[in-house]
């Protein structure tokens, strides 16, 4: 699936998203890690199946303690919180780190989704998760 028709996708498919289908092979899981999907949303209510972060500080230190095997972005989250985006520039940075421990924070971009109502925030996203994907694909061929 593109990320164009990923953005287009309905909310409704999107939250019906079965975990099994986000199982991928990670490059180092964490055995003791808890897989979870991640909704990070200010307002909106996590889908069922989904654990919710209300802002980036929280979506960050659930990333840190748990596998996240699918990530859903609002852009606006909140006045005293960076954006969903600000979250998205992160991962990318993990995505591209030479350290295997931040990379396998990042969920697999094809997985990566933004449900934010805010259309350019929502575009600047999915354009870290078309970065985050090159870098994927980059770390799979040196394998």
Do not use: K
């Amino acid at each position: 699936m593109t990320l164009r028709s990923r953005a287009d996708a309905s909310l409704d498919s999107m939250m019906g998203l079965e975990v099994a289908e986000c199982e991928v092979t990670r490059h180092m899981p964490h055995p003791e890690r808890q897989e979870i999907r991640l909704w990070v949303d200010d307002e909106r209510p996590a889908p069922p199946g989904w654990r919710r972060a209300h802002d980036y500080f929280e979506a960050i230190e659930m990333m840190r303690h748990h596998t996240v095997l699918a990530l859903a972005l609002d852009h606006d989250l909140g006045l005293h919180s960076p954006t969903g985006y600000d979250l998205a520039c992160r991962l990318e940075a993990w995505a591209f780190s030479d350290r295997p421990d931040h990379r396998d924070r990042v969920p697999p971009a094809e997985f990566i989704y933004s449900q934010s109502a805010n259309y350019s925030g929502r575009q600047r996203i999915l354009a870290c998760v078309q970065r985050i994907e090159r870098a994927q694909r980059s770390i799979q061929h040196r394998h």
